[in-house]
Each structure stands twice: as C-alpha cells, then as structure tokens.
C-alpha cells in the first residue's frame, strides 16, 4: 500500500499571502488529521476530518481551515499568512480515528517557509 | 488536560550502548501509548505502540511497556546503531480517539 502522500514538500510565501497544502492518505482510511511542528511550540494538532466532516478541532485561529473530499483527499488552508506560520505541517491518515489504538500514519510533510 | 514529558535531549551515545529514553503521562482515561521517530527532513514514522496497562511494544530491537502504576512508557535499546540517530516522540491517545498528544521529543545521536 502507498504511504501519506503530502504536496507540495517545500512551498514559500510572504506575509500575507494564501496558501493551500494537499494530503492524500493512505488507502482505505478515512479520517485525515493536521498537525503543525515547529522548533519552540513541538508538534501541535490542527484539526481532523472523517468522512468529509470536521470531528476535532485545535487551538488554532480561524486563518487556518481544512476540508475533506469523498475520496478522503484533505486540504488545509492557511490565509493572511504571518511569519510564526513557518513551520512543517504533518498530515496523519488512519483507519477510523475514533479509537485510541487506531494507528496515525504520517505523511513527509510539507515545509512552509513565511519571508 | 491529557500531557507527555520526555527526557530532555540530546542524548549521545557510542554504537553498541543502551539506550533509554524517559516518558512519562497524565491522562484522565485510559489511553494508548505510542513511540514515533523522525529522521531529519522527514514525516513521523510509528516505532511501537501499547494499547493497555502492561502490554508491551516492540519493534527494531525497541522495547517499551506501559506502566499504569508509574504512569510511564519508557523507550529501550539494548545495543543502539549510528542509523538509530533520529528525534523520539512518545505520544499518548485517549480511548475514544481524537488528537495524538506529543511528548518534546528527544534528540539521539549515536557515534561510531
């Protein structure tokens, strides 16, 4: 089976700026969940979907949104972009994502670079 | 809330040590427990995982096991490699599912 694929790996923008990240999970699987890594904040959860609908939600304001197509296929969106928003952002597939041993499997990531 | 502390970083060590990397948790639940490891420029990738008290995980010559009395999942290696070098996540996940909740992670850089 194919892994989490993440697109694109490496993206830059300038302040102000919109911009629009791509995950496609691993086959099958059907909630995708979004998650932020930078060096002083760690690894921070964004939001997750299931079946096309948001079921969880971070700490995040509003600038950063996401969604989910029938295919399981998510997007997230970051709009006004500002310089904290450098960060990689990790999408994670799993099969259901309504149980504590569902496995999350992780994506490359994509590296967003705000100048 | 539900919280992961790890050991502070970065750990060195010669080819063939032992290794030992702390974690310990805060949960209301019962959660599952996770460790995942990332090499540089990449995703997280999961290394072993334990659903409920007392299992343990294993993977690579990785062991961990889930202490409920101590609230722990410990991190082991009995002779770790140069390609064992990477960041270690320990992460926690409530019962009815939800958000994967990190640890600071821990820097390992093994010399030859």
């Known amino acids: 089976k194919a892994g989490v694929t993440q697109t694109p790996r490496y993206l830059i923008k300038t302040r102000g700026q919109q911009v629009t990240l791509s995950c496609s999970p691993i086959?099958?699987?059907?909630?995708v969940s979004w998650y932020q890594q930078t060096p002083g904040q760690g690894l921070q959860f964004l939001f997750e979907?299931?079946?096309?609908?948001?079921?969880n939600k971070g700490n995040f304001p509003g600038r950063f949104s996401g969604r989910q197509f029938s295919n399981s296929r998510s997007e997230m969106n970051v709009s006004t972009l500002e310089l904290g928003d450098s960060a990689l952002y990790l999408c994670?597939?799993?099969?259901?994502?309504?149980?504590?041993?569902?496995?999350?499997?992780f994506g490359p990531g994509t590296r967003l670079t705000v100048l | 809330g539900d919280s992961v502390t790890q050991m502070e970083g970065p750990v060195t060590l010669s080819e063939e040590a032992f290794l030992t990397i702390n974690c310990t948790y805060t949960?209301?639940?019962?959660?599952?427990l996770f460790w995942y490891v990332q090499y540089p420029g990449e995703g997280l990738q999961l290394l072993l995982k334990?659903?409920?008290?007392?299992d343990k995980g294993s993977n690579k010559g990785f062991e961990a096991t889930y202490r409920k009395e101590t609230t722990s999942f410990h991190l082991e290696k009995g002779s770790v490699q140069v390609s064992d070098s990477a960041v270690y996540f320990c992460?926690?996940?409530?019962?009815?599912?939800?958000?994967?909740?990190f640890g600071q992670g821990t820097e390992l850089s093994v010399k030859p």
């Open positions: 994670a597939s799993s099969f259901s994502g309504n149980q504590g041993a569902d496995t999350q499997y």
């Open positions: 086959s099958g699987h059907r909630s």
């Open positions: 992460a926690l996940r409530e019962n009815q599912g939800g958000k994967l909740i």
């Open positions: 949960a209301t639940g019962y959660p599952s």
């Open positions: 979907y299931f079946s096309e609908t948001q079921r």
């Open positions: 334990a659903t409920k008290a007392d």
